[in-house]
């Protein structure tokens, strides 16, 4: 008996070992009746025996090895199982240990007759093996993109709901500053709460938009001719202000039309010209330039100090990723750098341009964005 049809005839023995199985994947068998417990497990084996039935040519066995497989419209029943698995609580560890725990149920059942050939034995516990690692595949994929759903959701609704509070609390400690009625000492606590609420609510802004970026929609912007000029320089002064004992310098021509969101621009250099002081030197200048190059506004942040190592550039703008400069200085999402510089690569792609950067003892760090002219 080969065994595609060894599956079908014994399916009910192997759906028992399946479900006694899952029974001790607690907490979250706890409570499970036969139905759940067994979930899509039998349409999957016969998914499985079905595909031991197929003829496979040589080029569809490779492709398959190499996790080529032709990609199904339909939703597969490994792929529902990921998700019923998942919102029942299930760990990914544990639905893979289902999978591997079918896997041995199957072939330690099946007892090839003798007149299967030895060749036919290896054939079909060869598919049978890449049938698993294709359905175990899908449900893998499935049940990450659920729970990274989840999360995003989660931080949004986070995210979303933490704005009241802050501006509750920012506008409060605003109204007390411009009182001017405090004595000196409460004076500079609400100063001390009024900058820290404030880079909260940043921090919030900054966690709703990687929010976005990550369903999919990405980071809206509205284009419309501002002048782009006048935008860096505002936000340059602004810098100025919160970093009275910083040098910047800003280079640029006296007005420079151009389309772009005025507003989500602004919160690009002002990422970019915050990091430059933060990991810039002390006693040194930060240098913002912006100029036209070939049809491209071409806009630049310059500081000078420890350089960003060669291996952590690839990934300078992933924000899940963190880097150690030498025991000294941090580029990634523990130092506050990985989400802005994220949220800033987003905005830029959004206006159809790019951001790189340069990094040497010599020269110093440069953050380049480059924004295109013919912007829709």
Known sequence: ??????????????????????????????????????????????TIAADLRTK???????????????????????????DLRQSS???????????????????MLWMPPEHVSKTDEIADVVRFNE????????????????VDASRNVFLGVLGHDLRSPLGAISLSAEVLLRSG???PKPTKNVSRIYTSVKRAIKIVGDLLDFTRSQLGSGIPVRVDLEDLA???????EEARAYHPDRQIDFKSPASLAWRFDKSRMEQVIGNLIGNAIEHGQLGTPVTVALKVVQGHALLSVH????????GAKAS??????????????????????????????AIVSAHHGDIDVDSNAERGTTFTVRIPSNIS
């Open 181 to 183: 009625d405090l004595p």
């Open 303 to 310: 500081n000078v100090g420890n350089p960003i190592e060669d």
């Open 1 to 46: 008996m080969r065994l595609a049809d060894f599956i079908l005839q014994n399916i009910e023995p192997i759906l028992q070992q399946w479900e006694d199985f899952a029974k001790t994947l607690t907490p979250a068998a706890d409570g499970m009746d036969s139905v759940a417990l067994r979930d899509h497990a039998e349409q999957m084996l016969r």
């Open 89 to 107: 609580g299930f760990t990914i560890g544990q639905m893979i240990a289902e999978y591997r725990a079918l896997r041995t149920s199957v072939l």
């Open 230 to 236: 006048l935008a860096c320089e505002g936000m340059v």
């Open 316 to 345: 300078l703008f992933n924000p899940m990723v963190r880097h150690l400069q030498n025991g000294i200085s941090e580029y990634g999402a523990g130092a506050g750098l990985g989400l802005g510089l994220y949220i800033a690569s």
């Open 131 to 146: 049938a698993i690692d294709q359905a175990l595949a899908e449900s893998v994929v499935t049940y990450t993109n659920a």
């Open 56 to 82: 496979q040519s040589h080029e569809a066995r490779i492709l398959k090895s190499h996790g080529a497989a032709p990609a199904s419209d339909d939703v597969t029943s490994a792929e529902t199982h990921a």
